[in-house]
Antibody, heavy 123, light 107 residues
Framework: EVKLVESGGGLVQPGGSLRLSCATS????????MSWVRQPPGKALEWLGF??????????EYSASVKGRFTISRDNSQSILYLQMNTLRAEDSATYYC??????????????WGQGTLVTVSA | DIVMTQSHKFMSTSVGDRVSITCKAS??????VAWYQQKPGQSPKLLIY???YRYTGVPDRFTGSGSGTDFTFTISSVQAEDLAVYYC?????????FGAGTKLELK
């Protein structure tokens, strides 16, 4: 069974940093692109970026809204996905989801999502 | 970035009704559109990908259609458990982008 479990959310002050984790199981982690998607309370979903699979060198792509502030990485030995968030702003407050793409490439639709972790940026 | 526009933020329906939700892309995305259902406190659930392909285990009352810039998601006979927010998403190019959502409510 595929499982994605996020953790690391919480309350952080503006300008602060936070690292989110997504522990995965039930599939060969290195075969898949992995994405982060966020959703502010009561608002729509926003894709933040992905990290490619082993075959594509684990390189990353980001949305313009977080490029330069957020970094996606992966620990392939433990099948964990990370999102390092720096210089956080109030508008970064959201539930953050990790999501898995399809086997062996970028398809861009997500059949597997974690349960989400809430990040609140406030003084 | 490609903008996905769901023109109805809310739609009212009754159990047993047929309901269709529309989504328009700001440019041609071929058939690269997915539809998700999200209930309160839950993560999104994939229903349709590539405009018309029903994901594994999704009931056949859910269908998708369209190509180019105009897409439709239809529930043939609404059930009580279908009351949720529905999002379209283009997967034609990065960044993948989502519509604002359509909340399906009871009349």
């Amino acid at each position: 069974e595929v499982k994605l479990v996020e953790s690391g959310g919480g309350l952080v002050q503006p300008g602060g940093s936070l690292r989110l984790s997504c522990a995965t199981s039930g599939f060969t982690f290195t075969d898949y692109y992995m994405s982060w998607v966020r959703q502010p309370p009561g608002k729509a979903l926003e894709w933040l970026g992905f990290i490619r699979n082993k075959a594509n060198g684990y390189t990353t792509e980001y949305s313009a809204s977080v490029k330069g502030r957020f970094t996606i990485s992966r620990d392939n030995s433990q099948s964990i996905l990370y999102l390092q968030m720096n210089t956080l702003r109030a508008e970064d407050s959201a539930t953050y989801y990790c999501a898995r793409d399809q086997l062996d490439g970028y398809y861009g639709w997500f059949a597997y999502w974690g349960q989400g972790t809430l990040v609140t940026v406030s003084a | 970035d490609i903008v996905m526009t769901q023109s109805h933020k809310f739609m009212s329906t009754s159990v047993g009704d047929r309901v269709s939700i529309t989504c328009k892309a700001s440019q041609d995305v071929s058939t690269a559109v997915a539809w998700y259902q999200q209930k309160p406190g839950q993560s999104p659930k994939l229903l349709i990908y590539s405009a018309s392909y029903r994901y594994t285990g999704v009931p056949d009352r859910f269908t998708g259609s369209g190509s180019g810039t105009d897409f439709t998601f239809t529930i043939s006979s609404v059930q009580a458990e279908d009351l949720a927010v529905y999002y379209c998403q283009q997967h034609y190019s990065t960044p993948p982008t989502f519509g604002a959502g359509t909340k399906l409510e009871l009349k």
